[in-house]
C-alpha cells in the first residue's frame, strides 16, 4: 500500500497518495486536471500546459501537474479565475488551427478536445485570420490514417513508438506552428502495436483504417471482455452496435486498462480480431456439409454418440472453465476419452517481451488445471479407437491432415463448432455453438491470472454456447451453480476460488 | 568611456593566436589559479560581482555553487555561443579576436567547479568563428593548455566544439544541452535545473562566451579591480554592440551604468542623418523598447533597465530614429520569435502565428481597433504558460511596442497606413 499524504484542493483537504504526479494523485479521488499530452504509461512531457494549476504560496505559483509530486500539505488550485482562464486560453490556442468540422471527424463523441471545449472553454472562437494548412489523410502504414491538421502536437504517438515499441517511427517534424508529426519517407509504421496510437491519440488526428467511418462511437455499446487472440488474455472494450434492421455487430475493440494483465494496450492482431466475431461463422446447423433442421441434427448427433463404443471429444484451449468442466462431466457420463491436445495452437517465435504469446491458446492454463489430457500420443491413439469424434470448436490448427484424415475414416465426425472451420464440412452433424463475446466465462492467462468475463453481443437468434448444447445432447449439467460446483469438486487451486467476486484486474493463482 | 579589458586584444593583429596571444598575456593566469584552492575561485568570481551575459544576468558564482556535492558523476560545462538573439554581436568578436581568452575562462571555470569536459555551442552558420576557434583549441591542446595535464598540472581537460543545426531556441540552455545529446533542440522543463540534471543527466554549468571569456580578468587581477567598475549591483564590463540608426556603429567595451544618451553620443556618434530618436532597444530583440524620453534617464546597467520596466539583456544596443515604423518593426520581430518558436507547446506554437497574422493584417490595413486589443491580451494570455521564456522573448517586447507606440497602430487602423505615410506627426 502507498504511503498516503494529505493535501488540499480549492481548499479541500484531500488524501492522495505520495510519489504520483497532481494529475493521476488528484485523478484517483475524482477531480480532473485537464491534460493532453501526459499518459501514465508513456509518462509526463509537459508540452500542452493544459494542465497549469496554481499552487498557493508555491513558487513558482504556476506549475505544469503533470511534472508535478504530489506533496504534504500543498495547496492546489483548480477553480480560482486565473486557472480558469489559462484553461481556456490554452484551449483557445488549440483550436485556432484546429478544423471545427467535429461533424465529419471520426473522433467526435470521444475527442478530448470536444469534451474539454464544453467543461473548460465554451466561447466562441475570435480566430478571424488564416488558419494553418496541413496535410490530411495521410496513410502511416500499420493502418493507421493520420490528420496533421487535427493534430495537438501532444506527441503521445511519438512517444510510444520511442518508449514503448522501441522502433521510433513517429517524429514531429518541422519547427512553430508548422511542427506536425510525420513518418520518415519510405518508412512507414512497422511494429505489431501501432494502432495503439489511434487510442493514445486524444483527438482525431490518428484513426484506425479498420474503424474510421463505420459507426458513430456514440451508438456503440462499450463491453467489457478479454482478447482470445492469445495465451495474454489482454482485457479489452467490446464496442458493438444493433443498427436497426440489422443484427449485433461488433466494430472495434479497444485496450482496457490492467496493469495486471496488459497495461494500456493491446496488439494489432489482438484488436482486429473482432473480425473473427462476425466472418466465417457457423451459424446454422449442417449434414455432410448441408444445411440440416438444428433439432433433427441434435436427434442425430446423440445416436450417433449412442451407437459409437469408443468416444472421443477434443476441446478447444480457448473455452471457458466452465464449458470445459461441463464437457468434462459430459465425457465422464457418456463414458468418452476427452482430449485438450492443441499443439497446434503454439507458434514458436511468434512471441515478444511485451503482450503477443507463442501460445495462441486463451485457456491453456485452465485445460492444465482441470486436468484435460494435452498430449498429442494420447488424441492420435484415442482418435484411431473412436468411432465418434466430437470436435468442440478446437480448429486443429497445424495439424497432420493426412494422418487426420486416415484416422476419421471410419469416424462419425461431430462438430461443435463457432466458426467454418475445416472439419465442418466433413462432419457427419455440425452445430454452431457460441463465440467468446456472446458468452460469459472465465479463463486463466499465460502468467496464471483468473479472469472472468460477461457475454457482451446478443445476437437477433442467440447460438448457444458449449455447456447449452451439450445439456440438450443429454450432458448432466444444467444450470450456471452446477457448473461452479463441479469446478469445485476438482482438486487445485480452482477449488476454492468464488467465481463471484473475481477481482476487476484478475485473480493470480 | 571605453575600457579594454575584454576587449584589450581585439585590435591587435593575429591575436587569434596562441603565439601572439601568450605575447599579450594570454594563460598568464594559470600559475596563480593552479595556486589557488577551487572553493576560492568561486568565491572571488562571487565577490567580483559577475553576472551572465547571456541576458539574463544570474550572477555567475551563486550558479556555480548550486552544483550538488559527490554524486559521483561527472561534472559538465557548456559554454553558449549560440548568440542568435537579433542586435547581438558580442560573442562573435571574442571568438575570432580572442579564442584564447576563452579558453583560460574555461580551464578557469573547469578548475573551480571540477570539470574535466567542456562542450562549446556554437550556431552551426557560425563558420568562420567555428575555424578560428577550433584552431585556437588546436593551438591550446598542442602547447600543453588542454588534455590530461593542463599546463603541467594534475589536471585534465577536455574541450569539444559542438555546432548546432541554427536554430535561436537552442541558445536556451535545456534546449542547447538537448542538441548537443543530438536530439532535436527544445527546451525541458524545470525543475530539475541544469545544475542538478544536466547534460547527460549530469550537473551541468552553462555560462555564455563573456562571462566565461571575463574570469581570466578577475584572477588575474583580483574581484576588486573588476567591481572598480561599474555599479554596485552591475559590476564590471560589458561588450555593447551598437547598431541601429547611429552614426557609428560597432562593438564598443564600456563599464556598466553609463547614461544611454551619453553613449549613443559620445560613443556611437549620435543618431544618424541628424534625426531624432525614437527609441532603443537596450539589450536584444527579446527586451522591451525604451522611447526617447524614458532613455534619457536610463543607464546601461541591470538596476536601471529593471527600473524602466525593461532588461539589461545582452547589450545589442539598437537606435531607433524618428523614421522607424514600429508596426512594421513589430512585425518582422513577431515573424522571427515565430519562426523560431521550436513548436513543443501549445501557447507559444500557436499563439505566435496568430499574433504574427493579425500584425500583418493591421500592417496591410485590414485590422481593427479590438485587434490591437487582442495582440496585449495575447501577450498576456502566452507569457509565462511555456517550457521556456522564448515566448515571453517575444510579447515583452511586442507588449512595450503596443503600449508605448499605440497611436502607431490606431494610425493603420483609421488611416491604412503608417503615421509617416498618413502624414502625421509623431
Known sequence: ?????????????????????????????????????????????????????????????????????????????????????????????????????????DQAGECTLQDYYMTYDGVSSRMNVEQVKKAKKLDFGGGVVHDQERCVLCGRCVRFCRQITKTGELGIVNRTDSARVDIFPGRPLNNRYALNVVDLCPVGAMTSADFRFKQRVWFLKKDEGICHGCSKGCNIFI??????????????????????????????????????????????????????????????????????????????????????????????????????????????????????????????????????????????????????????????????????IKALRETKVIALSSHHFNLVDQAFVAIPVASFSEYGGSIINCDGVLQSFQAAVVKNTPIADVTEVLRRLGGPLSSAPEVLAAIHRVEGPLAKVDFNRIPAEGLKL | MEVKILSAKFDIENSHKLEVAKEHGAYATLEKLFAMEPADVIEEVKKSGLRGRGGAGFPAGVKWSFLPKDTGKPVYLAVNSDESEPATFKDRYILVRDPHMLIEGIIICCYAIGCHDTYIYIRGEYTSQVRILQQAIDEAYEAGYLGDTVAGRDFKLEVTVHRGAGAYVCGEETALLESIEGKKGQPR??????????????????????????????????????????????????????????????????????????????????????????????????????????????????????????????????????????????????????????????????????????????????????????????????????????????????????????????????????????????
Not at chain 2, 226 to 236: D, N, W
Not at chain 2, 355 to 377: C, H, R, V, W, Y
Open chain 1, 1 to 105: 500500500m502507498a504511503e498516503m499524504i494529505k493535501l488540499f484542493v480549492n481548499g479541500e483537504e484531500v488524501e492522495v497518495e505520495s510519489g504520483k504526479n497532481l494529475i493521476d494523485a488528484v485523478g484517483a479521488v475524482g477531480i480532473e486536471i485537464p491534460h493532453f499530452c501526459y499518459h501514465p504509461a508513456l509518462g509526463a512531457d509537459g508540452n500542452c500546459r493544459m494542465c497549469l494549476v496554481g499552487i498557493e504560496d508555491g513558487r513558482p505559483p504556476l506549475v505544469p501537474a503533470c511534472k508535478t509530486p504530489a506533496a504534504e500539505g500543498m495547496k492546489v488550485q483548480l477553480d480560482t479565475d486565473k486557472i480558469k482562464k489559462i484553461q481556456r486560453d490554452m484551449m483557445e490556442f488549440e483550436l485556432i488551427n484546429h478544423p471545427i468540422d467535429c461533424p465529419v471527424c
Open chain 1, 239 to 404: 464496442d458493438h452496435n444493433r443498427e436497426k434492421y440489422k443484427d449485433d455487430t461488433i466494430y472495434r475493440f479497444r485496450p482496457r486498462h490492467n496493469d495486471q494483465v496488459n497495461g494500456y494496450f493491446i496488439c494489432d492482431e489482438g484488436r482486429l480480431s473482432h473480425k473473427k466475431e462476425n466472418e466465417g461463422r457457423l451459424l446454422e446447423s449442417l449434414k455432410n456439409g448441408k444445411p440440416y433442421n438444428l433439432t433433427e441434427s441434435y436427434v442425430l448427433a446423440q445416436k450417433a454418440i449412442t451407437n459409437a463404443e469408443n468416444v472421443l471429444i477434443l476441446v478447444s484451449p480457448n473455452l471457458p472453465l466452465e464449458q470445459l468442466v461441463a464437457t468434462q462431466v459430459f465425457a465422464q457420463k457418456i463414458g468418452a476419452s476427452l482430449s485438450g491436445y492443441s499443439d497446434g495452437y503454439i507458434v514458436k517465435g511468434d512471441g515478444d517481451d511485451f503482450l503477443i504469446q507463442d501460445d495462441k491458446a486463451a485457456n491453456r492454463k485452465g485445460l492444465e488445471l482441470l486436468g484435460i489430457n494435452t498430449g498429442g500420443d494420447f488424441f492420435w491413439d484415442s482418435l484411431e479407437k473412436a468411432e465418434c469424434f466430437i470436435c468442440i470448436d478446437n480448429e486443429l490448427p497445424a495439424v497432420d491432415t493426412k494422418r487426420l
Open chain 2, 189 to 426: 522543463s524545470k525543475p530539475p535545473f541544469p545544475a542538478v540534471v544536466g547534460l547527460y543527466d549530469c550537473p551541468t554549468i552553462i555560462n555564455n562566451v563573456q562571462s566565461i571569456a571575463s574570469l581570466p580578468f578577475i584572477i588575474d587581477q583580483g574581484a576588486e579591480a573588476y567591481t572598480a567598475y561599474g555599479t554596485e549591483k552591475s559590476a564590471g564590463t560589458h561588450l555593447f554592440g551598437i547598431s541601429g540608426h547611429v552614426e557609428k556603429p560597432g562593438m564598443y567595451e564600456l563599464p556598466l551604468g553609463l547614461p544611454v544618451l551619453d553613449v549613443l553620443d559620445k560613443v556611437a556618434g549620435g543618431v544618424w542623418k541628424g534625426r531624432k530618436l525614437k527609441g532603443v532597444i537596450p539589450g536584444g530583440s527579446s527586451t522591451p523598447v525604451l522611447t526617447a524620453e524614458e532613455a534619457k534617464t536610463a543607464t546601461l546597467d541591470y538596476e536601471s533597465m529593471a527600473e524602466h520596466g525593461t532588461m539589461f539583456g545582452s547589450g545589442g544596443i539598437v537606435v531607433l530614429d524618428d523614421t522607424v515604423d514600429i508596426v512594421a518593426l513589430v512585425k518582422n520581430l513577431i515573424d522571427f520569435y515565430h519562426h523560431e518558436s521550436c513548436g513543443q507547446c501549445t501557447p507559444c506554437r500557436e499563439g505566435l502565428g496568430w499574433m504574427l497574422k493579425i500584425t500583418k493584417k493591421i500592417l496591410a490595413g485590414g485590422g481593427s481597433s479590438e485587434d490591437i486589443d487582442l495582440l496585449l491580451e495575447l501577450c498576456d494570455n502566452i507569457e509565462m504558460k511555456t517550457v521556456c521564456v522564448l515566448s515571453a522573448a517575444c510579447t515583452m517586447p511586442v507588449r512595450s511596442y503596443l503600449n508605448k507606440f499605440r497611436h502607431e497602430f490606431e494610425a493603420y487602423v483609421e488611416k491604412g497606413a503608417s503615421l509617416q505615410a498618413a502624414g502625421i506627426q509623431g
